[in-house]
């Protein structure tokens, strides 16, 4: 995948079943954005006689529109673009729509229902008249997290989920995840932090370069010595209830 001149992602090749939870890991400049823009279809593959195909859910091309329910997505890009004088419930509301607030749209009962299930299970029932301009930012990330959920969608894409969350959005965070994996949306997660991995992901795929280095479960993968040479220092990856931290360095 080149973009001016430049490759973005060079020979990549994964296959991620329906309902698998897995977490893409690397350093910045790894090519996970490149990566996130390409399941989400804003890039596409060059083409050519080695080209790789493609494919979600069995199929290589997709119009946005029609991969929007089956695949939420949330980014800080995303976050950014709702930093705005818009409540969050007109936030949830909104994804009905794929549209960033309502713009005089028709909200019916059903759709009333459904972001009052998701404020209620999300736990932000009671910030829902609050703006996302005056909300922190882990409350904020869970109104977006909400407003992926509102088609009941396979899977939720999440890119680098934890930027500028302190220790308790942090945790209250995580705990949110833990509860969209346990209830059967799969969960794939860019970052570059181990800790963001929740011990409900047990496949981790490291990245650098453009590529895919190295690819397995977690208690191979996220180990001192190729945890080290993947941000190139050193490092002691501790491993406590299912959570990984590293330390050291």
Known sequence: MVKGGTTLL???????????????LGPNGAGKSSLIKAITREYYPVSGHDTVVFR????????????????????????????????????????????????????TCEMKEKTDEILEFLEISHLRDRTMDS?????????????????????????????????????????TLRRIAQSGTAILMVTHNLHDI?????????????????DGPKREILTDETIGRLFAVPVHVKEENGWYYATGY
């Open 10 to 24: 060079d020979s990549i090749s994964v296959t991620i079943a329906e309902g698998e939870n897995i977490a893409i």
């Open 56 to 107: 979600i859910w069995g199929r290589e091309i997709w119009h946005v529109f029609d991969l929007r329910p089956l695949l939420g997505v949330v980014s800080n890009d995303l976050q950014y673009t709702f930093m705005q004088e818009m409540s969050g419930e007109e936030v949830v509301l909104s994804g009905f729509f794929s549209s960033i607030g309502l713009f005089n749209r028709e909200i």
């Open 135 to 175: 909300m922190s930012s882990g409350e904020a990330r869970r109104f977006l997290i909400g407003r992926a959920l509102v088609h009941d969608p396979k899977a939720l894409l999440l890119d680098e989920p934890t930027n500028s969350l302190d220790l308790h959005a942090l945790h209250t965070f995580r705990n």
């Open 198 to 214: 929740i011990p409900e992901i047990p496949r981790v795929i490291l990245m650098k370069e453009g590529r895919f280095w190295k």
